[in-house]
């Protein structure tokens, strides 16, 4: 892979960070580039403070966000709750999980915050160490038994969430921005090269050219298919 010179990082929006890492990553492909922006990690297992070295290794000089692939814990596979717990604090989230939108206002994922507290629930000492969690939505086949025959089922995808681990800063960030209208007509998602890459850091863009089919469907068809499973049973304030 192509080496950039100091003064690229990698700086993904939250569109390309979904529709190319993480789809890229549930799908087995190009798992040998991206995997040295994000490598794969039980990130729960480890504490904050501690991820920014076992970031992938053109990311390791970054100072403000980190990410990583985080593996479907064994307790989530048998039917139970995530643990965001460690020995010297835990996670908590934040509000409730949001949609995350392509450029052309489709909904492509499902995001949630979190902050890191050092100590014991619920009285722990809140840090300025915070996460987002994202999970990629796919289109899974029509129901057979569907009384709209052109409608499939849009559902979350559990096997890996893609994580983004960064200090509370106060600065806005481009990966936060929502599209402020939709586009018209119908695109797809393109992973290129130039996609992820800004001036100002020290970490490389592992990207490669490509385009990564991420419509999952206009917006009529979130008005009557509804993720299976939801969402309000992932966000769950009492895990510990």
């Not at 529709?19 to 490598?39: A, C, E, T």
Request: neutral net charge; glycine residues 8%.
């Amino acid at each position: 892979m192509e080496e950039y010179p100091t003064g690229f990082r990698f700086y993904p929006t939250e569109e390309e960070l979904i529709s190319f890492y993480l789809h890229n990553q549930l799908h087995g492909l190009k798992q040998d580039k991206i995997h040295r922006v994000i490598p794969v990690l039980h990130i729960f297992d480890t504490e904050p403070w501690n991820l920014p070295q076992l970031a992938g290794e053109l990311c390791r000089e970054d100072r403000e966000q980190w990410f990583f692939f985080a593996p479907l814990q064994e307790r989530e596979a048998r039917g139970g709750r995530p643990s965001r717990s460690m020995a010297t604090g835990y996670w908590k989230a934040t509000g409730s999980p949001r949609y995350v939108y392509s450029s052309d206002n489709k909904v492509i994922g499902v995001k949630k915050s979190m902050v890191f507290y050092v100590g014991k629930a619920p009285t722990g000492r809140k840090t300025q160490w915070k996460l987002n969690e994202y999970r990629a939505i796919e289109l899974s086949p029509t129901k057979p038994n569907s009384t709209s025959s052109n409608i499939s089922i849009p559902k979350l995808r559990y096997e890996f969430t893609l994580c983004r681990v960064y200090v509370v800063s106060g600065s806005s960030r481009a990966f936060d921005r929502r599209p402020p209208k939709a586009m018209a007509g119908e695109t797809t998602i393109q992973g290129g090269d130039n996609a992820a890459i800004s001036r100002g850091g020290g970490c490389g863009d592992a990207s490669s050219s490509g385009v990564v089919a991420a419509n999952v469907g206009s917006s009529h068809q979130w008005e009557t298919a509804s993720l299976e499973g939801p969402i309000w049973d992932w966000e769950q304030l009492d895990w510990l």
